[in-house]
């Protein structure tokens, strides 16, 4: 008997999503980011969060526009001193980025913040930087409380172009995997809730749900939700008895 048509259809399109599959895979590259990186970085970050709630609110109407550039540059140096700066790139360059941080930081960290501190009152002034400085405190809370001794994912934006091709979990595989080996748990702030589902299908749970913009002036209601997420580490897969 020969086969029937709807078996061949299902067998040609599973030999096509493997055949897209690898073709991805061996084009997509996950590595440590390096400083020739930077402009496309930058760039990068800039579009996945052209339309993301937290970052309008923090920058609204034009300021996103206006100064997200200088923003993300001052933010990568900081977190490449950790080791844990980890970018994807196809043949056309950096596509995806992923920041990370251990849980407790060290003094060049503090140098750096203070450094960016210094640039949003330069360019903000000095009650946006204190709204800031509120901001990023409260978080910092939540993350000790919620996650004292956790990887921190300070942020995962993927082009808005490339986005949905797999890359965001390509991204997180490094970091994750370490912290299984370490038996560390990883913790992060979704600023969108479009990724929390992302986040759950990569082992991180819900622990808070968080209204960082609620006694902000000129804010809607309570503002966008942050929602809080954890990852215990997963045991190693251990070998099937025979």
Request: some cysteine; overall charge neutral; aromatic content about 12%.
């Amino acid at each position: 008997n020969s086969p029937s048509p709807v078996l061949c259809s299902r067998v040609l399109q599973g030999l096509w999503e493997a055949r897209m599959t690898t073709t991805m895979t061996e084009t997509q590259t996950v590595r440590l980011y390096a400083e020739g990186d930077k402009a496309m970085a930058v760039r990068t970050v800039k579009s996945a969060f052209e339309d993301d709630p937290v970052f309008r609110c923090l920058y609204p109407g034009e300021m996103y526009d206006k100064h997200a550039t200088a923003k993300f540059e001052r933010y990568l140096p900081i977190y490449q001193g950790f080791g844990m700066l980890y970018v994807l790139t196809n043949e056309d360059g950096v596509k995806t980025v992923a920041m990370w941080e251990p849980a407790k930081a060290g003094l060049g960290v503090v140098v750096g913040v203070a450094s960016f501190g210094s640039w949003l009152i330069w360019t903000f002034g000095f009650q946006f930087a204190l709204r800031f400085l509120s901001y990023s405190l409260t978080l910092e809370d939540r993350r000790h409380k919620l996650a004292p001794t956790a990887y921190h994912l300070c942020l995962l934006g993927t082009d808005s172009d490339y986005q949905g091709k797999g890359a965001g979990s390509k991204i997180l595989r490094p970091m994750l995997q370490k912290a299984d080996e370490e038996n560390v748990p990883c913790y992060l702030e979704s600023s969108n809730p479009k990724n929390v589902p992302f986040y759950k299908r990569h082992g991180f749970v819900v622990v808070e749900e968080l209204f960082p913009f609620k006694d902000w002036p000129n804010v809607e209601a309570q503002g966008p939700v942050m929602t809080l997420m954890k990852r215990d580490p997963r045991p190693p897969q251990q070998p099937c008895s025979s």
